[in-house]
């Protein structure tokens, strides 16, 4: 069964002036007077609008584009991922703004400054040059701009430029909440031929599971589980590989000729390779079409990645290009026009980029070189890559060891140890080993709303042992 459309009235929560945005606590649900829709905001001429992946920022994105577009606004939506050089953000402008009527609005949509191909802080600085073009020709004429980002790329000096352009009282920074009950009542209570709604709410009840189910995303992954007839998991991770399954087995088309008997686990090993080479090339837009039609510096084409095996429990099967564009016609993908596709969603192409690192590099070491740039001699993990990091984490215990011990907080800013007790009990362990190591707490105040991620049954018996040991060491 196809899921519908939920029609939420998203809210979204002011964030405080000069103060690094921080990840909401996923079971706190924003009052109406603290939080507002995008109706009440839409009037602020410069918005900055932040959340974690799968929150549906995209989506709300979309629906105000085409809501400027109907009320006779000239709009131009721009995916920031396909800006590669200093002129492609400024050539798209210039244009839109050759189309303008006299006197009408002109409202710029840039969504996913994460998604950056190349630096965030070189396409911030070619994003702040092309609004010093936009105002620069607005001649009386009311100029918007919104801006998506997740939290963990967004930064303060960012915020700070956009007022110095736009005006300090012209700019705000918003994040968009987290789905409430209400929410998911009403979108359990809108799903045909679904009778079972007291058992769905039973299971999205569990507290500890309650987070994952507060993003669009894994909701709606929740619903592809429950509707296959398969037993709901407990930890985010199982959930995306058991609805990505879900997905890659609804065809768009089973009649095609490319339809096949490709098993369920072998459909997952082959989507896991073709989004490592699209995150490890940066090129997200797939072309199935003949070779010789694709743009090379931005998409990726199946040919490139067709070829050789892959093995599944000791068997091998070889990947070729029916088998690739099986995977590309099925619901993990978004066709945007002739023999072109990308990912319906960019987490499901880091949490199968990480699922197949983890299955087929050798060793963790080898992980964090391929995900790591180099400066100064240093080795650091790229922004880009950290959720890749994280999800192969999640599957390769050597790897977690690896990041918690050296870069706790990047495990703290995934999702992708929702619901798992024993990395979230490691990850805790590890925080407070690194405040004995720098004898402070100086990463506090960047932490502290992410903090409820560390959550689980047992925190409470592992705090007290901690603190038993912190205090009266003499007694252990």
């Not at 029609?7 to 603290?34: D, M």
Request: hydrophobic share 45%; with cysteine; proline share 4%.
């Amino acid at each position: 069964m196809n899921l519908p459309d939920f029609e939420w009235q998203r809210r979204w929560l002011k964030q405080v002036e000069g103060a690094k945005s921080e990840e909401p606590n996923p079971l706190a649900e924003a009052s109406a007077n603290q939080s507002s829709t995008f109706a009440d905001i839409a009037s602020i001429p410069c918005l900055v609008l932040l959340g974690s992946p799968g929150i549906g920022k995209s989506h709300e994105l979309a629906i105000a584009y085409e809501n400027a577009l109907a009320t006779g606004n000239h709009a131009l939506l721009v995916a920031l991922r396909t800006v590669r050089g200093p002129n492609d953000l400024q050539a798209a402008v210039t244009k839109s703004l050759q189309e303008l009527a006299p006197d009408q609005a002109f409202a710029l949509f840039l969504d996913g400054l994460d998604e950056a191909a190349v630096p965030v802080a070189v396409l911030f600085e070619w994003l702040v040059n092309t609004l010093r073009t936009l105002l620069a020709a607005r001649r009386g004429r009311s100029i918007f701009v919104r801006l998506t980002s997740r939290n963990a790329v967004w930064q303060t000096s960012f915020e700070n430029d956009l007022r110095s352009l736009c005006g300090q009282e012209n700019v705000a920074t918003y994040e968009l909440c987290p789905l409430t009950a209400e929410d998911l009542q009403a979108a359990l209570t809108a799903l045909p031929n679904v009778t079972n709604v007291p058992e769905l709410a039973q299971q999205l009840g569990d507290t500890y599971s309650a987070a994952l189910f507060r993003l669009p995303i894994t909701f709606r992954m929740f619903l592809d589980i429950f509707i296959s007839g398969d037993e709901i998991p407990r930890r985010r991770i199982e959930i995306y590989r058991r609805a990505l399954i879900v997905l890659l087995d609804r065809e768009r088309d089973r009649s095609s000729a490319n339809a096949g008997t490709l098993a369920s686990e072998e459909r997952l090993l082959i989507a896991a390779r073709l989004a490592a080479c699209a995150i490890l090339s940066n090129r997200h837009t797939i072309w199935t079409g003949v070779y010789s039609g694709a743009a090379p510096d931005t998409v990726l084409a199946i040919q490139e990645i067709a070829g050789g095996e892959e093995q599944y429990l000791g068997a091998s099967f070889r990947v070729t290009e029916n088998e690739l564009k099986q995977v590309v016609e099925s619901g993990i993908f978004i066709r945007l026009g002739n023999n072109l596709y990308t990912w319906a969603h960019l987490s499901f192409a880091e949490f199968l980029a990480g699922y197949y690192l983890a299955s087929k590099a050798e060793g963790a070491q080898r992980i964090v070189e391929i995900l790591s740039t180099r400066t100064d001699d240093a080795q650091r993990l790229a922004p880009q890559m950290r959720e890749v990091a994280a999800w192969s984490a999640a599957l390769l215990p050597e790897l977690f060891d690896t990041i918690v011990k050296a870069e706790p907080i990047l495990l703290l800013n995934s999702d992708a140890f929702a619901g798992d007790e024993r990395a979230t009990r490691a990850l805790v362990d590890a925080m407070f080993a690194q405040l004995e190591r720098d004898e402070g707490i100086g990463w506090y105040s960047d932490v502290a709303e992410r903090l409820a991620r560390l959550a689980h049954p047992g925190l409470a018996e592992q705090l007290r042992a901690i603190i038993s040991n912190h205090c009266c060491p003499a007694r252990n």
